[in-house]
């Protein structure tokens, strides 16, 4: 792409498959035999699920065509993604460089530039498999997987959870309709062409080997949505679990420590003293200080 040429929609429905970032290990990340195709992309972040019940909407355009701080970019591009929800009476809003709706993260999205042309990727979510998702996640313990099943569905939604599902015909009329609105452009409809398709398979070349040691991207435990981590961590043979949400704690559990409410700690702040200040109400204070510590160092609180 150069400059002034015209704006490109790729839109397409995948099948399913669970997509890595380029420094993600499968070893540490999923289960030994993942029953589905599993990938990964030159780019970084964590693993991702994609699957025919998602429409993918990547918009690639000029440079110029974008606003010039590339924070802006998300607001831009996905503008005519936000006006088929609202249209649909779907009150989706825009956080950071997500799509959230009711309190709960609805899409990611994503945005790089290559050569002279910007790209800002997001998707449709209609159905997310909550369960299946799980199912390929390496997992401690049942009760690690139990935990984020729960968490999956406080924090992602999809437009099943609202409203009945479009067809997808209708679907990708809407979205081009509002994105007339939006940027006021006429629509060519095409596919790719064979050379087309040779080029794309050329992004094998980017990827970095395979990492098959046992590094994962969040330590001990992994990333539900933007700050909020799932992590469960073996301290001289006692379990610690911690769920934490927008840097406070959600649920916590010590194995250690019979009849400690998972919900704790959830009006403590995230320093020793004040955990173990909480903990000591069911154990001796050296103990309390002992578990806080573990507690500390098996959450995550941010990337």
């Given amino acids: 792409m150069q400059p002034g040429d015209t704006p490109v929609v790729v839109w397409g429905r995948p099948a399913a498959h669970f997509c890595l970032g380029q420094h993600q290990s499968a070893q540490a990340e999923l289960v030994a035999a993942p029953h589905v195709p599993v990938l990964r992309r030159p780019l970084g972040g964590g693993g991702v699920w994609l699957d025919s019940q998602q ?91 139990e935990w984020l099943q729960a968490a999956l569905r406080q924090n992602i939604t999809c437009w099943a959870d609202h409203a009945s599902l479009p067809d997808w015909d209708w679907l990708s009329m809407m979205y081009r309709r509002a994105a007339v609105g939006q940027f006021g452009w006429r629509w060519e409809q095409s596919v790719l062409r064979d050379d087309e398709r040779a080029a794309c398979a050329t992004w094998h070349e980017e990827l970095v080997p395979e990492e098959f040691g046992t590094k994962k991207t969040v330590p001990y435990g992994i990333k539900v949505r933007s700050a909020c981590f799932l992590t469960e961590r073996v301290w001289d043979g006692q379990k610690v679990r911690v769920l934490t949400r927008d840097g406070h704690f959600e649920r916590v559990w010590l194995s250690a420590v019979l009849h400690l409410p998972e919900t704790a700690l959830q009006n403590c702040a995230a320093l020793p003293g004040e955990v173990a200040e909480v903990l000591a109400q069911w154990q001796p204070a050296d103990l309390a200080q002992q578990y806080a510590e573990q507690v500390m160092a098996t959450a995550c609180f941010s990337d």
């Fill in 55 to 145: 429409a993918c909407v990547v918009l690639v355009a000029p440079r110029e065509w974008f606003p010039h701080r590339t924070r802006d970019w998300y607001a831009h591009a996905l503008a005519p993604v936000v006006c088929v929800y609202q249209e649909q009476a779907l009150a989706v809003n825009q956080v950071e460089q997500d799509l959230w709706l009711a309190g709960r993260k609805l899409a990611g999205s994503g945005a790089a530039s290559i050569g002279h042309a910007g790209l800002v990727g997001s998707s449709f979510l209609l159905k997310f498999p909550f369960d299946e998702f799980a199912r390929l996640i390496s997992s401690p313990s049942q009760g690690f997987s």
